[in-house]
Every structure is written in C-alpha cells, then in structure tokens.
C-alpha cells in the first residue's frame, strides 16, 4: 500500500513538472529563447570565439619582432597597459575627438532639422540633401576631405584667402589643426543619424504649445529654449550616447587621412590599436589595447541602454 501511494506521489511530481516545462515552452520564455537560439549561436560563434581569441592572446607574448618571448603567459601586457603614457594620450584623444564629434554633429543636425521642419516646397529633396553625407562611404570622405584639406590648391584654403586674420595651412601636417579638421570631416559623415532623430522628434511636439507660446507672444528664442529644448531632452540624450559611440570606434577618416600623425597628434585608440598590431607586429599587446576598448565600449553601451529605457518610461508617462 505505502509502494503504491509512493509511485503515485512520484507520478503526480514527474507530471507536474512536465506541465511546468510544456508551458515554459509554449507560454512563458523558452519559446522564446528557441526562436533565439539560432541568432545566439551565430552571435556566439561570430563574437564570442574571437573575444575568446583575443583575451587569450592579451596574456601571451605574440610579438614577431621577439618571436623568442612567445608562450610567455602572464598579466605583463595589462601591467605594461597601466603605466602606458602613450595609451592614455590616445584615450585623451579619443575623447577630444569623441567629444568635438558630438557637439558639432548635434549642432549641425539641430540646425538642419529646425530649418528643414516646416518647409513645404521641395521638403522631400531638402531633406534628403542632408542625407547624402550619410550615404557616402567613409573611406570616399575621407579622400574628398584630404583633398579639400590640400595646403597648395584645396578649396578650404580658398575659401579662408579672402578673410582678414586667417591664414591658410597644410591642415592635416599641422599639429594643432589635424585633429579639428579630422573632426570636422567626421560630423560631415554622422550629422545625418542626429538629424533623423532630431528632425522625427521635432514632428512629435504638439503644435498647440507653439499656438499657445504665440498666443503670449513669446519669441522665436523663447520657444525654441522653453519649449523645443525640453521636448527634445530624451531624444538628445540617446543622440549624444549614440554619437559617442560611434565617434570612439571611428576610424576610416582618421587612418586614411593621418594615420595618427603628425608625430601621433591625430592617434585615436583605434588607430594605436592598428598601429601596434600590424606596424610594430606586437599582436598579444594589440589584443591587450582591444580588451580595453571593448571595455570602455561597453560602458557606453550600459549607458545608452540605461538612457533608453528611461526615455521609453518618459514616453509611457507622457502618454
């Protein structure tokens, strides 16, 4: 009698937790995570496996100037990392470089959205006039702007001749003007990402705060530092993360114009990255300078992530 009583005890647990793992698979997230599964794999196999690879070589000594120093495993790359001045001047100009990318890119995709916002004539052609820089490659801007940059018969220069107290340069040899241009060259490219958004978000502000700011005759400024700013706050906000990102892993315009000159004046993480891997053939110490750039990345990530999700709740609040 008790064996019985026991079997059926462990046929009802046995059921029962079949019943749990059928509707965790039909109803709750292992559904889901099946349909992933596949794109999981890929993403594991594509991103995962050279992560993998590049931590393992961070902590050997692959250099083909000192073959003899391989299979030397250790924190010595991370040790030499820490104490690096060059590496930390190059973060320093990553975020120089970062930094002028998102303010001049803002500005301009700001300016364009606000002048392309209520146009009537023509909208469809002026609104894709500031696209076109986005549909250029990177490296076909490069070589345009390093044409344009040219000290002997560049357009830049000029443009500038006839302005009083401006001299015109070789701007890409010079020091303090290689990395200014370099930036300018990269809002030209990435303006358009801001100036979707920002042209989206401006459609989205209720037209009877502007009625109703009129109607107080409050000024074109006004409006625009009351009312625009504060509605674009959340939008601006993903903007900026986005832009960081992209303006810290950039690095097509800065190779093929500088290459990180002059004398390292230009040289970004990216660019230090490929110098030391496939010009000083250190590999271990190039997968060591990744690590940290996938680190900083993902930071950025976290953040842009965390900005999201506050504006996806902005939104559910608003409506």
Avoid: C
Wanted: charged letters at 15%; zero cysteines.
């Amino acid at each position: 009698m008790q064996t019985a009583e026991n079997n059926k005890r462990e046929g009802d647990r046995r059921a029962g937790k079949g019943a749990r793992i059928t509707t965790f698979l039909t109803e709750g997230g292992g559904f889901l995570l099946i349909m992933l599964l596949p794109a999981l794999l890929v993403l594991g196999f594509v991103i995962g496996l050279p992560m993998l690879k590049a931590l393992a070589l961070s902590l050997d000594s692959i250099n083909f100037r000192r073959p003899a120093a391989a299979g030397t495993f250790g924190l010595h790359n991370y040790e030499k990392l820490i104490f690096d001045a060059q590496v930390w001047n190059a973060v320093w100009r990553s975020a120089l470089y970062m930094g002028g990318t998102v303010i001049g890119s803002i500005v301009l995709a700001l300016s364009a959205a606000l002048l392309t916002r209520r146009i009537v004539h023509f909208r469809a052609l002026a609104r894709l006039t500031f696209l076109i820089p986005w549909t250029v490659p990177a490296v076909v801007t490069a070589l345009v702007w390093g044409v344009m940059y040219e000290g002997n018969f560049g357009v830049i220069n000029r443009l500038i001749e006839p302005l009083p107290f401006i001299n015109g340069t070789d701007w890409l040899i010079n020091r303090e003007t290689a990395l200014p241009a370099l930036i300018l060259a990269q809002v030209w490219n990435e303006f358009p990402v801001a100036y979707i958004f920002f042209l989206a978000g401006l459609h989205s502000i209720p037209e009877e705060l502007y009625e109703a700011a009129r109607i107080d005759r409050a000024s074109a400024f006004n409006q625009f530092r009351y009312i625009t700013l504060p509605q674009l706050s959340s939008i601006t906000a993903v903007i900026v993360i986005l832009l960081m990102i992209m303006g810290f892993k950039s690095f097509p315009i800065i190779f093929i114009l500088t290459g990180g000159g002059p004398a390292g004046a230009t040289e970004t993480m990216t660019v230090l990255t490929y110098n030391t891997a496939f010009r000083k053939l250190d590999f271990s110490y190039a997968a060591t300078l990744g690590i940290l750039a996938v680190f900083i990345s993902l930071a950025m990530v976290l953040v842009y992530l965390r900005v999201m999700k506050r504006a996806e709740r902005g939104a559910g609040g608003a409506v």
